[in-house]
């Protein structure tokens, strides 16, 4: 079975038998004062019951009651802390009282969740963003502090590989700089002496200090630059593409910690080579620092991912729009990249890294809604005979796919893959129609 039809099937039955099960959207606050007492009951019961807990909060969270919304919530998590929902809401409720960091604490755990489940996306969503704001202010800090004179610390091998500037006319080139840095990052981030700054903090410094994309780092500055980061070592550089499409690459070497001369290298070529004369900057680099690479690790940098300049154009793209904050243009551009080239998995890499992102990564009150929305379309579901309903809908779909049907390594799903997306591996039959 493949695994598009697979996916849908798994989706399809989450949903219907999560509208048997789950706290039902109400439109009006007020109706939510019989769940509690109903709910309440059931937790008199049963105090461990993880589910009653996590839609207690709910409840409080609906109504803006965070800090009660929060102790149940965390109660439930204590209890079953695979589940996404629970997860999810955790890190929201947190959100609105302004608790960014420990929202992060839960939102980080996306990875563990299935792609099966709604809440995967939701959960990326908000790690980017919230990652992102904390970020933000961390940078602000940094800056006033500097304007304080307080000396920061520098990490002897923490490396910041800032974007090349473009020095051409020729505007289609402007964002290979982004393609160009991040290549750079990629092969020096096979040596294990070297710790890379990542490149949502280096653009976030940069967003902070209004530093736009056609400044060079002015050499007085890579001090400074590399202090707020914390990075002992820095690299910088320009390129140009000219009318022949002849082309100029130049990169500048900041040891900043030993406070080295700077080591400036560059190379010219046609276009057509630009992937080879990356390599050789690349080695000129290492040479400055004097570091002496393993046949392996040479190897390993020598690695070209695309040979292909339009698909490398398209990533570099994807990099630009990704810095903005615009995860749907970001993934059409990875995905152009990918059809250009079948076999640029960084690309393909990418896209599916983004896929789930839209517009919950822009608000906490955009993620409420968005939840929400899912809530309330799973509770428009059909809820009688579902148990019925979702086996017709298997037979039909497995006598379409069966024909094509091999059966492999990914026939059947892990207990964990389950439990994660939601779909127990012993759920109780759904109750029957209402009399």
Known sequence: MSDIIRTILSVFIFSLLSSCTALKFQEDLS????????LQTQLRKKPDNAGVLRD????????????????YLRAAYNIDPQDPKTIFYNGLSLEFERQEDQALRFYEKYPQVSHLSPFRSLLESRYIFVSRQILRTEMRKLIQQESEQVDLPLNENILAVFPFIYSGQNTKYVSLGKGLSEMIMIDLGKIPELKLVERVRLQTLLDELAMTRTEYIDPAE?????????????????FNVFENEQT??????????????????????ELSNFFQMEKD????????????????????????????????????????YEDRGNFE???????NASRLDD????????????????KTSTSKELAAIAVEKIEKAQAALPEKDTAGLVNDRLSNMS????????????????????????????LPLPPGPPN
Not at 56 to 71: C, E, H, R, W
């Open 31 to 38: 109706d939510y004062f019989s769940d509690v007492d109903n």
């Open 56 to 71: 207690l909060g709910i409840i409080y969270f609906k109504t803006s009651n965070y800090d009660t919304a929060g102790q």
């Open 222 to 238: 890579a001090p400074r630059l590399g202090r707020l980061l914390g990075a002992g070592q820095m690299i910088g550089g320009t």
């Open 248 to 269: 100029r690459l130049d990169a500048t070497y900041w040891d900043i910690y030993r406070q080295k001369t700077p080591v400036s290298t560059g190379t010219s070529d």
């Open 281 to 320: 900057m690349v080695f000129q680099i290492v040479a400055g620092m004097g570091l002496e690479l393993t046949q392996e690790q040479q190897d390993a940098i020598n690695y070209i991912p695309t040979r292909n300049l339009e698909a490398f154009l398209q990533y570099s793209l994807g990099l630009e």
């Open 329 to 335: 243009e970001a993934r059409r551009f990875f995905l």
């Open 343 to 358: 076999g640029f998995s960084v690309a393909k890499e990418k896209a599916s890294g983004i896929s789930g992102i839209s």
């Open 399 to 426: 006598q379409n796919v069966n024909s094509n049907f091999v059966p492999g390594a990914d026939k059947t799903y892990s207990a964990e893959e389950a439990d994660n997306s939601g779909l127990g591996a012993e």
